[in-house]
């Protein structure tokens, strides 16, 4: 399936996580606010690099992008989040209702991006999501948005880690090398079973638990913030462009 | 010299280019501009990371930064240009008269940060600043800015040219690998011993001019697109901040 293809789906009504989906196309994060916080965000995103690496940020009212020449940010995602007040007041596969005129929307890197090159490096990867923690770190705030470090995990056998740290730290535009390898609990997860995100995966004997810094970062910032109103991606329902993943490798 | 001694003696009126000051501390050149055109510096950056890549940015009225605690940064550089309406109108070692409440500084990495590095590679560097040039290249604009790619050039022995690329494209941070490699009329530079900014450097045999993106770029912006008012550093006479060159290598 093409990137064109998956996006025309999702727009079509499919609702389905991405992981693996157009596999060589990089996948992104979303988070549309109102013009007038556009500058939080992308100030956010400057001071939280590894969570926050921006690749595309759209003109106000335009809901397209130089990433997916064609595409629609209001329909082409397989699942939305829509919040008011920092609140979430719906979950939908089409936000063309919730829509606005003076929305910018700014498109994130995701670690989606960088499966590709795990495995073919020969690190194996489970799961049809991927699991996603709240940490205790905090964001380097700015005056209007403030909130924890979010993280994505995956158990990758010990004999594997530096490999895996090895091929990541090349591609920063999608997180890059992990923040954190092994005991959970120093991020301040209790449970690895129940990710705030996305699926639990189970940690296999000889595998150690990898967190990368997490596009959904933003969204926990909306939720601690609380901006007038914002759309978001279900964490793990991202957008699919059709840049290549070899396009952000250093 | 440290990088706070060399900030210390431009506060005391030192004005001098800031190549090979304090090595192995990050150069950066600086855009202040009013708090209602700082989302236009941050975008036009995000949509040009080589010459823009965006390091730190202060809350507006606020003139110091993370990357150098204790810092001033309306007299801690040795040279600054004042801009109204996209002239400049002065050029002066202190800011302190021009500076605003209102302005928020955005800081932009310089390829002096990797000069060290090339230096340790084994590939030799000539002058006392580096000469800089306005290409016919556009940047990707914004709504409010827009304006050419400015570049600097060093001369490189053909044999070491991809040593060069090699070490610089580990700093992205700092404007990466070159965005070009010879022939200088490819880029609209009719006359590599007369450039825009900086001090001329002679070519010798057997050596290659090599461009690299250059934090110029905004101040070219400025001109071009005219916000109502700007300080910048003068070109070559950075910011010396605290932070290591090597924090910005992959």
Redo the contacts between chains.
């Keep these: 399936m093409t990137a064109a293809e998956a996006r025309a789906s999702f727009r079509s009504g499919l609702v389905t996580p991405t992981a693996g989906m157009a596999p060589g196309h990089t996948q992104a994060n979303l988070i549309a606010v109102p013009a007038d916080w ?2 939080d965000v ?2 956010f995103a ?2 939280n690099p590894k969570p926050c690496p ?1 690749l ?2 759209t ?1 106000a009212g335009v809901p397209h992008t130089a990433l997916a020449p064609g595409a629609d940010l209001r329909t082409d995602l397989p699942a939305y989040r829509v919040w008011v007040d920092g609140s979430l007041t719906a979950e939908c596969p089409d936000a063309s209702e919730f829509w606005r005129d003076d929305l910018v929307a700014v498109l994130i890197g995701c670690s989606f991006t960088f499966e590709s090159a795990l495995t073919a490096a020969g690190i194996p990867l489970r799961g049809s999501n991927v699991p996603m923690y709240v940490t205790n770190r905090s964001c380097r705030p ?2 209007r948005l403030r909130g924890p470090l979010v993280v994505s995990m995956r158990p990758i056998p010990a004999e594997l880690v530096a490999r895996a740290v090895e091929v990541t ?2 591609m ?1 535009a999608v997180h ?1 090398a992990p923040v954190h390898v092994g005991d959970p609990s120093e991020l301040g997860i209790t449970d690895l079973s129940r990710p705030d995100f996305g699926i639990s995966v189970e940690i296999r004997p000889g595998e150690v638990p990898v967190f990368w810094a997490c596009g959904v970062t933003p969204q926990a910032a909306v939720m601690a913030s609380k901006p007038p109103f914002a759309i978001t991606h279900a964490p793990g329902h991202m957008f699919i462009t059709d840049a290549l993943d070899t396009d952000y490798r ?1």
């Design positions: 556009a500058y992308l100030l400057q001071r921006v595309d940020v003109d700015t005056p730290r090349l920063p890059g250093i």
